[in-house]
């Protein structure tokens, strides 16, 4: 069974070039990763659960606050090489700003072999990024959600 999940895009064009709000993940394996260790704020869904429900709840448990109260459109579903596929809805929000980024925990038996289990959040970081910038901190799989994104917001 295919995993899917669910986060939100936002974004702002308000700067002299729009930027997006991402995240770093959080634990061992991404602590000292720049390039491809940042994603859009996103969890798994339930089936039947509302994609967009879902994607709200991910990002307050991501990043510790709600999201903006903004309308959101979706992006798509962008598939990763392996399989696992994600549905982004983009919101503008150009004055959503977080002082702290408070995200939940995952365990972890660190170091490996260690039996030792440790907690790590799943975001140690978050920030307003340039949509050009953000292509390479992104993982690779959600890329693509930055050219549809870019299809939205263009002049027309």
């Given at each position: 069974?295919?995993?899917?999940?669910?986060?939100?895009?936002?974004?702002?064009?308000?700067?002299?070039?729009?930027?997006?709000?991402?995240?770093?993940?959080?634990?061992?394996?991404w602590?000292?990763?720049?390039?491809?260790?940042?994603?859009?704020?996103?969890?798994?869904?339930?089936?039947?659960?509302?994609?967009?429900?879902?994607?709200?709840?991910?990002?307050?448990e991501?990043?510790?606050?709600v999201?903006?109260?903004?309308?959101?459109?979706?992006?798509?579903?962008?598939?990763?090489?392996?399989?696992k596929?994600?549905?982004?809805?983009a919101?503008?929000?150009?004055?959503?700003?977080?002082?702290?980024?408070?995200?939940?925990?995952?365990?972890?038996?660190?170091?490996?072999?260690?039996?030792?289990?440790?907690?790590?959040?799943?975001?140690?970081?978050?920030?307003?990024?340039?949509?050009?910038?953000?292509?390479?901190?992104?993982?690779?799989?959600?890329?693509?959600?930055?050219?549809?994104?870019?299809?939205?917001?263009?002049?027309?």
């Open positions: 069974m295919v995993t899917e999940s669910a986060g939100i895009l936002l974004y702002r064009t308000n700067q002299s070039e729009p930027e997006v709000f991402i995240a770093h993940m959080g634990g061992p394996f602590a000292r990763k720049t390039a491809g260790a940042w994603t859009v704020p996103k969890g798994e869904f339930s089936p039947g659960e509302d994609k967009l429900a879902c994607a709200r709840r991910e990002f307050a991501e990043i510790g606050t999201p903006p109260d903004t309308a959101f459109q979706a992006l798509g579903a962008f598939r990763y090489s392996s399989g596929v994600v549905h982004v809805f919101g503008e929000a150009p004055s959503f700003t977080v002082s702290k980024v408070t995200s939940n925990t995952f365990e972890l038996e660190w170091p490996p072999r260690s039996g030792r289990r440790q907690a790590f959040p799943e975001v140690d970081d978050a920030q307003w990024v340039p949509l050009s910038e953000a292509r390479g901190l992104l993982v690779a799989g959600q890329r693509p959600a930055l050219d549809a994104l870019e299809n939205l917001i263009a002049p027309r």
